[in-house]
């Protein structure tokens, strides 16, 4: 039971979250899924939706190697910047014949509740922005015509954060978490890169 339960075969949902901690396999998992799609009919496409935004020199380079590196494992895969309309990006990205990957949710949302200032006249975004954002997505993901693969982190297993911000976060983003697991067919918690099924809908 055990075995069958982490060794899950790269078989496509129609729509699929992947939850796990930093490192554990998520992004790996997710363009194994890419290139699956892709070899399966040469009609296929994949698009990672990436809503990571370099702020700093070191972020930079981090973006530039995991893109350097995904071309390698995934040269199928193309890249479509979307770190504030991530559901816009989902409906646009395609028709049926598209999957998506979006990497990631955590990146994402904070975004919406944490915006990094660029200047003076740019505002912090109104309260309920982000449920707002949130609601579209989860009604971009039910309308999605092409399958579509979501990464996010799981960050509420370790010790209470500091600070009230820091702490809404964390709630907030376990309620987005939950929200996109109840709209998908499948949820996948990776450890140690090794998937763990936690949902699957029969077809």
Known sequence: MAEALTTNALALARSELILGGQKSGKSRRAESLAAAWLAQAPAHRAVLLATAEAHDDEMRARIARHQ??????????????????????????????????????????????????ASSEQKVPPAGY???????????IETC???????????????????????????????LNQ????????????????????KERAP
Not at 83 to 105: F, K, N, S, W
């Open 68 to 117: 350097r590196e995904r071309a390698e494992r995934v040269p199928g895969l193309t890249t479509l910047e979307a770190p504030h309309d991530l559901p816009g990006a989902i409906a646009q990205a395609g028709g049926a014949e598209t999957l998506r990957v979006v990497d990631c949710l955590t990146l994402w949302l904070t975004a919406q509740l944490m915006p990094v200032q």
């Open 130 to 140: 982000g449920r707002a954002q949130a609601a579209m997505l989860l009604k971009a």
């Open 179 to 198: 929200a996109v697991a109840a709209a998908c067919e499948r949820v996948t918690l990776m450890a140690a890169g090794l998937p763990l099924t936690l």
């Open 145 to 175: 015509p092409g399958p579509i693969v979501l990464v996010g982190n799981e960050i509420g297993l370790g010790v209470i954060p500091l600070g009230r911000e820091v702490r809404a976060f964390v709630d907030a983003l376990g309620t």
